[in-house]
């Protein structure tokens, strides 16, 4: 049988673990040959179509994300079409929801894959073209003689049995940065997320995580994106993979989710002594608003959060990213912009506004109607309006989005940006509404030109601040 797999991402500097998570439990097999078509949003389809066909693949297989789904099914329905008895299997967390719609509204997909593959995916393989079969297989949801067949969702309950992307000669290693699972599942309930169905907390052996990263630093990578859900939800396990990750200073940094209301002593006292630049830190806050929060069905009390973010926000020896979701139940615009206000004056490193996605899957897509949250039925599935946010105020969010990347989150402007959203209440408002009026928000724009722009607005509003 020969495989071949689309690996298709945002750009190339994004790299998908799952093409080298599912190659390396079934390594050395020759009955089965594995081939790579690497691809991203901003190639042609033609392009990435012809490549697939050259191989004259008898299955195809790739990972489905919020970013690219719309792109992979005009290559699959290209595909399909020049190679009607091809299989083509999708997997990924766009099918974590009823497949049975989306089987029969996309026919040129044979099966999808609900949950985590790597077990499941090897099984299939044995019997890629025996669909009498394929129901034995957890996960696997299919269209069969006209009728649909659910396989319910797959885990991985040996996770740490599994062989590491990094066996697999697939694995990308020309990349500017890894990623790593040292902990598969997720204890939070977040109604919005895809690991707030209970998932079991699963860990990788400490010892098994060092020799991975020895191998990640022999490769010459120097920047590891940590993928665990809650970095610091078992805070013994936290400081000791924040110690284990110290050893490898300077050669690794880390990127990491924390829960900022998850902060003991312990786990305080290790990001204190960490070295600079070891860590940045992703603060998973979602909004300053215990009322969005409880509809969200977020773990840990506001208070505990807000204490927590501030003392990391504090430490010199690390960056801490704190995200806002609009779009989430009770969260009104006024609301943003006083979040957004607070997050400066802790003085958080980079400030991340982006608008929710249902995804499928997640309570709160169940519950849409109930909560009163109008949204996309096309990927990404973004919220189009709710009983707090109408649709004219989400897209000033997006353009505000905007505003914050090319200023807050740019080193270059940031300080100066902060004093103006700190000091001045209405700085947000009156820069935002110029940019807009101008047209220069959705205009990409040098470093240099968004400098002579601050200039020119705090030239006529804010003169104090011009020198």
């Known amino acids: 049988m020969k495989l071949v797999w689309i690996d298709l991402n945002c750009s190339y500097a994004h790299s998908s673990l799952a093409l080298p998570a599912l190659h390396a439990q079934v390594m050395g097999r020759p009955d089965v040959e594995w081939q790579g078509v690497r691809t991203t949003n901003n190639e042609a389809v033609g392009t990435t179509v012809d490549a697939v066909y050259a191989c004259r693949p008898d299955v195809v297989a790739a990972t489905a994300w919020l970013f690219t789904h719309e792109q992979l099914l005009h290559i699959i329905g290209r595909v399909k079409a020049l190679m009607p008895g ?8 766009e099918f974590l929801g009823d497949n049975e719609e989306y089987l029969c509204h996309h026919p040129e997909v044979d099966i999808v894959f609900r949950g985590e593959g790597e077990e499941g995916f090897a099984r299939w393989i044995n019997v890629w073209n025996r669909p009498e079969e394929w129901a034995a297989i957890p996960g696997l949801c299919y ?11 797959a ?11 990094e066996e697999s000669p ?3 290693w020309d990349k500017p940065f890894v990623q790593m699972e040292t902990t598969r599942g997720c204890f939070n309930t977040c109604a919005f997320c895809v690991s707030g169905m209970g998932d079991p907390i699963r860990p990788l052996p400490l010892e098994t995580i060092r020799q991975r990263l020895c191998r990640i630093r022999e490769r010459g990578i120097r920047d590891v994106r940590i993928l665990d859900r809650t970095f610091n939800h078992r805070p013994l396990q936290a400081v000791a993979l924040l110690e ?25 006292e290790v990001l204190v002594s960490l070295p600079d630049g070891l860590l940045h830190l992703e603060a998973g806050i979602q909004s300053l608003r215990q009322e969005v929060l409880d509809m969200s069905r977020r773990k840990g009390r506001l208070e505990q959060a807000l204490d927590g973010l501030r003392f990391l926000c504090s430490l010199p020896n690390l960056v801490t ?5 609009a779009g989430l139940p009770c969260y009104g615009l006024s609301q943003i912009y006083e979040d957004i206000r607070t997050l400066a004056a802790f003085q958080a490193g980079e400030i991340q506004l982006e608008l929710l996605k249902l995804l499928p899957g997640t309570a709160m897509r169940r519950d849409a109607a109930e909560l009163g949250i109008r ?13 707090t946010i109408s649709s004219a105020q989400l897209q000033e969010v997006r353009r505000l989005s905007r505003l914050l990347d090319a200023y807050y989150n740019t080193s270059a402007w940031q300080s100066l940006t902060r004093r103006l959203i700190v000091e001045e209440d209405g700085f947000l408002h009156r820069f935002l509404d110029f940019l807009t009026e101008n047209n220069y928000i959705d205009q990409p724009m040098s470093l240099e030109r968004r400098g002579e722009l601050l200039y020119i607005f705090c030239s006529g509003h804010y003169p104090m601040f011009v020198v």
């Open 143 to 153: 269209m069969w003689e006209d009728e649909y067949h659910d396989g319910g969702l």
């Open 244 to 268: 284990l990750f110290a050893e490898f200073h300077p050669h690794l940094r880390f990127h990491l989710e924390i829960h900022p209301a998850l902060l003991p002593q312990s786990v305080r």
């Open 375 to 387: 949204y996309s039925p096309l990927p990404p599935y973004e919220v189009l309006e709710t009983e």
């Open 170 to 172: 697939l694995f990308m």
């Open 155 to 165: 885990r991985v309950m040996n996770f740490d049995s599994l062989l590491p992307p």
């Open 321 to 325: 990213h704190a995200d806002l979701i």
């Open 86 to 93: 091809v299989k083509v299997i999708l997997g990924g967390p």
